[in-house]
């Protein structure tokens, strides 16, 4: 068993196995949504005002590093799409999978890879409703992630001057590890490990997202940081153009070791902090007076920055200010 090919078993008896496990963790009240999930498409309860809807895909060549594991490619298929969900201010409920597999994988690896993702959606307290499974020449995996919120959904384009500006976690980590998987380096195993896993088994600001759905009027718009900080503050400045944002770069959390890591690669440290990305956590701006209201509670929410006037980006290190340049990731573009 350890050694069968998914090719042995066809697509018939893959869905079959996913849902058998799937169906083991589901205990929906309403039998008629739980029975959907067999059918050729899946019924949502939907009693709040909007239902949130997003979409990803990752490919195996370019979003899978050699070292991960199909169990941590299904947990990530996860976190990417819900973080989409947790960035309109949403309660993530569901999510669709569709996989394209080579049919030379191995039942083991497949059956991993759908740990993976069924772990993840215990995890995220979310249902796998449905999804697709075809051969391909790689893995492919795509999601979509469905989600509900009432009036409390937090759009992009209501920034106010003075607003702070707030990340939920540390940045630099996913970088830093791509360098310490591909390139020899003499940093100490421990900490090796927790930043290679920053990139390899991403987590989601669950209680942060639950936090801000408590304070509605605490924030003022909120996105995740998938594509890098300058790119993502570019994308608030495009549907902002009025207000600057103005960064501090002291005031930027990160874990220490890839300080190390960036001098090993000949690399400035706000390449990893600014230009990279894949870090799912969210970038905030909030009310000031809401935010010294509720400071007390708010755990590891850390303000980077402020809102002005000045209709620019700009980065305040060493007491200089410079423009960041709106600089990341991008798919179908060349460097």
């Known amino acids: 068993m350890k050694d069968k090919l998914i090719s042995e078993l066809g697509e018939k008896k893959l869905i079959q196995i996913l849902l058998e496990k799937r169906d083991s963790m589901v205990d929906d009240a309403d039998k008629k949504v739980k029975n959907s999930y067999h059918d050729d ?5 939907n009693s709040s005002k909007y239902t949130v809807i997003s979409t990803d895909m990752l490919i195996q060549h370019s979003h899978f590093p050699k070292t991960m594991t199909p169990y941590q490619m299904g947990e990530k298929i996860v976190t990417v799409n819900v973080s989409d969900i947790l960035a309109m201010n949403a309660t993530p409920t569901s999510i669709l999978v569709s996989m394209g597999l080579p049919p030379e994988m191995k039942l083991e690896e497949y059956e991993r890879l759908t740990d993976g993702i069924l772990d993840k959606c215990r995890e995220y307290e979310i249902t796998l409703i449905g999804g697709d499974l075809n051969q391909n020449t790689e893995i492919i995996l795509s999601g979509t992630s469905v989600g509900h919120v009432d009036d409390k959904v937090k759009l992009q384009t209501d920034i106010k001057e003075n607003d702070l500006i707030a990340i939920t976690g540390e940045l630099g980590g996913p970088a830093a590890a791509l360098d310490l998987i591909y390139n020899k380096s003499d940093i100490c195993e421990d900490e090796k490990i927790n930043v290679i896993k920053s990139l390899l088994e991403p987590d989601l600001p669950i ?10 009027d605490l924030t003022t718009s909120i996105t995740d940081i998938t594509d890098g900080l300058a790119v993502e503050l570019g994308h608030l ?4 153009s009025s207000i600057g944002f103005e960064i501090n770069y002291d005031m930027i959390p990160y874990n220490k070791t890839i300080e190390k890591v960036a001098k090993i ?7 990893y902090l600014l230009h990279f990305g894949e870090e799912f956590e969210l970038l905030l701006t909030l009310d000031e007076k809401e935010f010294h209201k509720h400071e007390d509670e708010l755990e590891n929410l850390h303000i980077i920055g402020k809102c002005n006037n000045s209709g620019k980006i700009t980065l305040i290190k060493d007491d200089i200010r410079e423009s960041i340049a709106n600089r990341g990731y991008e798919h179908l573009k060349d460097d």
Do not use: C
């Open 207 to 216: 209680k942060q997202a639950g936090m801000l759905r408590k304070y509605p």
């Open 237 to 240: 400045h495009d549907k902002n």
């Open 265 to 271: 690669n000949n690399k400035e440290l706000t390449e």
């Open 41 to 45: 498409a899946a019924l949502i309860n």
